[in-house]
């Protein structure tokens, strides 16, 4: 079963130009030659060398603890309640070596630690880095929840204990190698100035190039999926999810799905904005960037 949906995406060895680009350096600081919740923004080549950026220079590079990272990483997807995501970020924990933490959150338990029930929490974010990547999980739960099934592993393997702990472990070296900071800015189209709260890190400048790339109108019912996103409180919403207006459009509909229940986008909504996958890309980049903003001003002590 084709595990993407909505969209075809560009694969590794279809690629070429800055989407070839990103993949080797994806496979070289992740360890992964394929990595589906990047694959999902191929086909707007500039929104993924973005991404990729802000989730390399926010995840693997510097010196900040991966277990920490992992840990925002896995607590953002949880509390988005992205399957794929949250089972990735548990397999990507076992990489760090932190086997029994893994499998405790696996079994719905917390963190004995204070600080790294702090982090699972979205609590405590003291580094730019740690900022980085809780922003950059917003936004790549909304796109893999929007444009890919909820399976990391084929039928449901990876809810598997063995087989979670044996995928971390293969993983297990380039997770504990520290990539050098900043290599991934030279594939970024814009450089817009970084935000406060980020410093001099890397990750701000790859985080407020994604901001100006996703962020740009697309037409006038952009204004309407702000004022809509504005009033959020930032919580993940029932199953019911938003209550959305149709007076303006289908392409409104799918932005604003996107930001706030993503897991709600179907083929319905698809085919009546008649995009194709270029475009749809667009708007739901569009609807999910506009969350995350709405995400970084909600977040405690940060400095916009």
Do not use: K
């Not at 277990?67 to 990483?73: Q, S, W």
């Not at 189209?189 to 994604?210: C, H, I, M, N, Q």
């Amino acid at each position: 079963m084709m595990p993407f949906r909505h969209i075809t995406p560009v694969e590794p060895r279809d690629a070429s130009g800055l989407v070839t680009e990103v993949y080797s350096q994806q496979a070289r600081d992740m360890g992964l030659s394929r990595m589906p919740a990047l694959m999902t923004l191929s086909p707007v080549p500039e929104l993924l060398a973005a991404t990729w950026s802000l989730l390399r220079e926010s995840l693997v590079a510097g010196p900040v603890s991966r277990t920490e990272r992992e840990l925002v990483a896995l607590g953002v997807s949880m509390r988005n309640q992205c399957p794929f995501c949250v089972d990735a970020h548990t397999m990507l924990l076992h990489a760090t070596g932190d086997h029994r933490l893994a499998e405790s959150i696996a079994r719905g338990e917390r963190p004995a630690d204070p600080r790294q029930a702090a982090l699972l929490d979205g609590r405590g974010l003291d580094a730019p880095e740690l900022v980085a990547v809780a922003l950059t999980f917003h936004f790549i739960n909304r796109m893999v929840s929007a444009l890919h099934t909820p399976e990391v592993l084929p039928a449901g393997l990876a809810r598997l204990r063995p087989v979670r702990s044996l995928a971390g472990r293969s993983l297990a070296g380039a997770a504990r190698r520290v990539a050098p900071p900043g290599d991934s800015l030279r594939l970024l189209p814009v450089r817009p100035e970084a935000p406060a709260w980020a410093g001099d890190s890397p990750a701000g400048t790859a985080y407020a190039a994604l901001v100006e790339l996703a962020g740009r109108p697309l037409g006038p019912w952009c204004e309407a999926v702000r004022a809509e996103v504005a009033a959020w409180d930032g919580a993940h919403p029932g199953l019911a999810g938003p209550a959305l207006s149709e007076e303006h459009g289908p392409r409104f509909r799918l932005a604003a799905l996107a930001a706030l229940a993503p897991y709600r986008i179907g083929e319905r909504d698809v085919a009546a904005a008649g995009l194709d996958d270029a475009e749809l890309v667009r708007v739901l980049a569009f609807g999910a960037i506009t969350a995350v903003r709405r995400q970084e001003s909600l977040l405690p002590g940060i400095r916009l």
